[in-house]
Structures are given as structure tokens and as C-alpha cells.
């Protein structure tokens, strides 16, 4: 099972098909032209510049939309030095940034680099051809970092759940079993018992009883100690069987939009616990839109190194997560409704269940913009020509 | 010598530039035109800062002014002005005032050879 947090991210490969964007920070407009110049002439279409002469034009841009590498003059009116290093870091952290600067001083590129620079240049003593190599190097570079963080982060993350799981679901088997003991004597009593007056209790106890088996139910999925037979099963087959729950849950005030692949998608799965996994999320949906909104479920195959494999998306256009309540949605009773509303188990319940499957879950949330939350399966894929 | 006396050889690496531009002399001329056009706000920043004896301002003029240069090829003016980038010390400002004058001096010849160069003579 591998957990993905996704974030926003250069899409940096060898093979790339769009041109590299290029945020080029310099008030001085002689030098923007020259460089622009040198970008035409020499960058063919591998690149696309754009310039801009104040930091605060940068950092709107380097918060709102992706750039690939920052071209950053250090000297500029309103800030000078590592002041202007760090202000664009802080705006764009996983963005390249390669300084280009007149300032031939080793000690300032040391500390521009101990700074989280890829590279400092010197104008005038760097050619064209050095730059655009310089750009593409520190792309890579970056990209690298980034990769390496985001492993280390997830790799914390699930150790973290696999901790909790193995507690939660220890305790839930433990507590399970004594539950069937007590709801064992209940139904004992509730049959052998002539008295009104208990038999009332005794129903009581079982519906208790019935609940909180209910839930170390959920706290055992979440530790993988509840675990169905997984079949050859149709993924689309499932959330067509689940569309008028679906559509139900969500009401008429947002909008279920199906994209199911026009063939049979296989997976090997419990399919029960799949619709289970399907409903949560959908509520998790519910929830973040909070009016009216768009639901979108989606089957699709992806393609993962050189395997096929089955992907189910479900993306609403609600409130979103912030980073810091994304790195805590699949522990359990983590809710950002109040354990008075809500359990905060259904989320560490669809981690659980795609745990069994050996599948995996990506989570991508934009604050204010939407959620999506994808879970690709292993093995079986669509069979050629199947319909 | 006087801003009258300079032609674009006498003032920048005419041919690193040209290489540069890859013979382009429109291009050349779109950016001379920018220059002129730039030149009295850089000369103006340098001398404003003179007088009021700011330091960083000078530095940070300067470094601007080295910027330009280099992107014209233009070696006297790059070199006066990483001399006013990296002075330490000015003293009671003489010195100072000194450096900017020459570096003043080196952006007129500068401007006017490429005003020349624009104008086709």
C-alpha cells in the first residue's frame, strides 16, 4: 500500500512536450532585454519568458500559478541580496530559482546557495548556452530535492498510520471480543428471560452492544485485521450499483457527475467493501461542498511505468483541506467537524480498505477550490477488446 | 577626452556584441534607442546619490549601471563601475565623487556613441 500526498509540483521529465516557463525578476529593463534577446534568438521554443521588474508582481505570480525556474536578479530596488532569495522562496519553496546577478562575489553565491539557490551566475560571464544549461540542470535538481522531501514526508506518514493501525486495531480485536461475549449473554437473556422489564434492558444492551460492534468493526478495517475475499469484480459495475445511494446522499443541491470508462475496468476486490470505501468518500465530498457543488466519480486506466492499472477518482469542487489538516485526514477520530458530529473514522476506514487491496491513494486539495481523492488498483486491468 | 570624440569600437566590444545579436543591427538599434532612453534615469539615480553621500545608494546605482554595461559589452564603463561596486571605504567622499565623475563621463561617451550609431552616421 503506498500512500501519495500530492502537491502542487513541477512537472519536470526528459521527454517534456510544453516549454519550460521561465520567471525572469529584474527591474533593470536593458538587461530584461538583452536576456530576452539571448531567449529568442538561442532558446528556440524550449523556453517561454516572462518578466517582471518588482518583487511583489513575482511573489502574486509565484503564489497563484506553477513556474518552472526562476531567473532572479538579487539586486533589485525594493530588496537586495538573500533578502530577495528568501522573499522568493518563501512564495514559490519548490521552484527553482537560478540567480543571475552582476555581482562576480564568490562568498554572496556561497551563501545565495546555502540559501536554497540552484545556481548563481554571473551576467557577462555566462553565455547563453551555459544559462539555458544551468536552467535545465537546476529543473532536475530541484526536482530531485522535491522527490526526495516528498518520499521522506510520506514514508513518516505511513509509518505513523501503520503505528496507529496496529494500536487501533489491537484494541478494537481485543474489545470485539468481549463485546460477543456481552452480546452473546444479552441475547441469552433476551431469550430465556420472562420478565418485560429486562428483556427491555436486555434490548438495550444488545443495541449498544450492536453499535459498538459497529465501530471496532471500522477501527479493525483501519488496522487491516478485517479483511473479505477479493474477486475479479467491475469497478464501473460497483459505482453503478452505488449511484442511486450516491445520489441520494448527495441531494439535489449538487450535482453527481459519472465518468465511468465505456468498458468492463476489473479489480480484484471485496466489492462491499469498495462501495463502503465509495460512500465515505462521497460523504467526505458532501460535506466539503456544504451548499451546492459538483461530485465528479471517475473510473479511469492509468498508466504506471509500464503497467495498466485501474484508477477510481472522486473529486468534489468544495472548501478543500489545508496542508496541515491533509497530513491528518487517515488517522483515526481526526475530524474537522467535532468527535460530537462527527467519529473521524471515515477516512482512516478507506485508508484501511485500500490497505487490503494493496492499492494505493492519492490526495490532491486546493483550500477553497476542491478535493480529490484517487485510489489506484494493482493487477487486473481491463481485458483487450472487452466491453 | 570628450563625449564628442567616442565612436561604439572606442566604447564597447562592438564585435562580441554583434556576435551577440548575431549581426542583427535593427536589433542593435532597438536596444541602443532603449539605452538612450534609460540612461538619464541611471545617470540620475548615480548623481542624486553622490550628493546626498549614500553609500548603498551609490553601490546599488552603480551595480545597475555594471549591469547595462555588461550587457553592451561596454568594458570601461563595466570596470568603473565594479571599482564604485566594491570601494570599501570613501572616505570624506572626495574619492568618491571622483569615481562617479568618471564613471558619468564613461556612460555620456557611452550614450553618445550609440545616439550616433542610431542616428546612421
Known sequence: ?387 | MNAGDSRLSDVMDFVLLSERLEGDMELLRDLAALYIKEYPVQLERLQSAVLSSDIPRIQRAAHKIKGTATSFAAAPAVELARELVGANDFGDGTEISKMAGRLSDELRRLHFALEQFCSGS
Open chain 1, 1 to 387: 500500500m503506498t500512500l501519495r500526498m500530492i502537491e502542487h509540483r513541477a512537472n519536470s521529465d526528459g521527454n517534456r512536450s510544453r516549454p519550460i516557463q521561465v520567471l525572469l525578476i529584474e527591474d533593470n529593463i536593458i538587461d530584461a532585454r538583452f536576456l530576452d534577446v539571448d531567449f529568442q534568438k538561442r532558446g528556440e521554443s524550449r523556453f517561454l519568458l516572462e518578466t517582471v521588474q518588482r518583487l511583489d508582481e513575482a511573489e502574486k505570480i509565484l503564489r497563484t500559478r506553477h513556474v518552472d525556474v526562476i531567473l532572479l536578479d538579487l539586486f533589485l530596488e525594493e530588496s537586495q541580496g538573500l533578502e530577495t532569495l528568501s522573499a522568493v522562496r518563501s512564495a514559490a519553496p519548490d521552484t527553482p530559482v537560478v540567480v543571475l546577478t552582476s555581482l562576480n562575489d564568490e562568498e554572496l553565491a556561497l551563501q545565495a546557495l546555502k540559501h536554497g539557490a540552484q545556481d548563481y551566475l554571473t551576467k557577462g560571464v555566462v553565455d547563453s548556452h551555459l544559462l539555458f544549461r544551468a536552467m535545465r540542470y537546476a529543473i532536475e535538481r530541484k526536482q530531485v530535492e522535491v522527490d526526495k522531501r516528498l518520499l521522506e514526508e510520506r514514508s513518516i506518514q505511513m509509518h505513523k498510520l501503520e503505528a496507529l493501525g496496529t494500536l487501533a486495531g489491537g484494541v478494537a480485536h481485543n474489545f470485539n471480543n468481549m463485546l460477543m461475549a456481552i452480546l452473546g449473554h444479552t441475547h441469552l437473556l433476551l431469550e430465556m428471560s420472562g420478565d418485560e422489564d429486562v428483556k427491555r434492558h436486555a434490548a438495550a444492551i444488545k443495541k449498544s452492544g450492536e453499535r459498538a460492534s459497529a465501530l471496532t468493526r471500522q477501527l479493525l478495517m483501519f488496522g487491516h485485521r478485517e479483511t473479505g475475499d477479493l474477486v475479479p469484480v467491475d469497478l464501473n459495475k460497483i459505482v453503478r450499483d452505488s449511484e442511486e445511494l450516491i445520489r441520494s446522499v448527495v441531494g439535489s443541491e449538487i450535482a453527481a457527475q459519472f465518468d465511468l470508462m465505456p468498458r468492463v475496468v476489473r479489480i480484484k476486490a471485496d466489492p462491499i467493501q469498495i462501495q463502503h470505501m465509495i460512500m465515505s468518500l462521497v460523504l467526505n465530498a458532501r460535506h466539503a461542498i456544504r451548499s451546492s457543488g459538483l461530485l465528479v466519480i471517475r473510473t479511469e486506466l492509468v498508466e504506471t511505468g509500464n503497467q495498466t492499472h485501474a484508477q477510481l477518482t472522486i473529486a468534489d469542487n468544495g472548501c478543500g483541506m489545508s496542508p496541515e489538516t491533509r497530513e491528518h485526514i487517515f488517522e483515526p477520530f481526526f475530524t474537522t467537524r467535532g468527535l460530537a458530529v462527527a467519529a473521524g473514522l471515515g477516512l482512516s476506514t478507506v485508508y484501511g480498505i485500500v490497505s487490503q487491496h494493496a492499492a494505493r491513494i492519492d490526495v490532491e486539495s486546493v483550500l477553497g477550490k476542491g478535493t480529490s481523492f484517487s485510489i489506484t488498483f494493482p493487477g487486473l486491468t481491463t481485458p483487450a477488446g472487452a466491453a
